[in-house]
């Protein structure tokens, strides 16, 4: 399985962006899906997840009210909207997939995607 994330950028504090990340080569199966991010010196953070079905959601404590985790139904592309981020959202945000459902711990994940970067200008 590989997983694609896209999306990131460079966008001004107070704005929004939109993260992908799409699974393939094992799309007969639905997957747990999450987010994690890596800011600079910093250690990884669960950021939010997703259940098979997208109708069980969870959110870090840092990005809970602005983030939002969601999927099209049946899809194994999942995306993170992110309004009015912060200074402190920057990191090296990556996706995570897992047969079992999602989970807040980073151990949990079968496969992971590369790191789009995401840096907030203040």
């Known amino acids: 399985v590989q997983l694609q994330a896209s999306g990131g950028g460079l966008v001004q504090a107070g704005g929004s962006l939109r993260l992908s990340c799409a699974a393939s080569?094992?799309?007969?199966?639905?997957?747990?899906m999450a987010w994690f991010r890596q800011g600079p010196g910093k250690e990884r953070e669960f950021v939010a997840g997703?259940?098979?079905?997208?109708?069980?959601?969870g959110y870090g404590d840092s990005v809970k009210g602005r983030f939002t985790i969601f999927r099209h139904n049946g899809e194994n592309t999942v995306y993170l909207q992110m309004n009015n981020v912060e200074a402190e959202d920057t990191a090296d945000y990556y996706c995570?997939?897992?047969?079992?459902?999602?989970?807040?711990?980073?151990?949990?994940?079968?496969?992971w995607g590369q790191g789009t970067q995401v840096t907030v200008s203040s």
């Open positions: 995570a997939a897992a047969l079992s459902g999602w989970s807040r711990s980073s151990e949990f994940y079968d496969y």
């Open positions: 080569g094992r799309t007969s199966s639905t997957f747990g």
């Open positions: 997703i259940s098979r079905s997208g109708t069980n959601t």
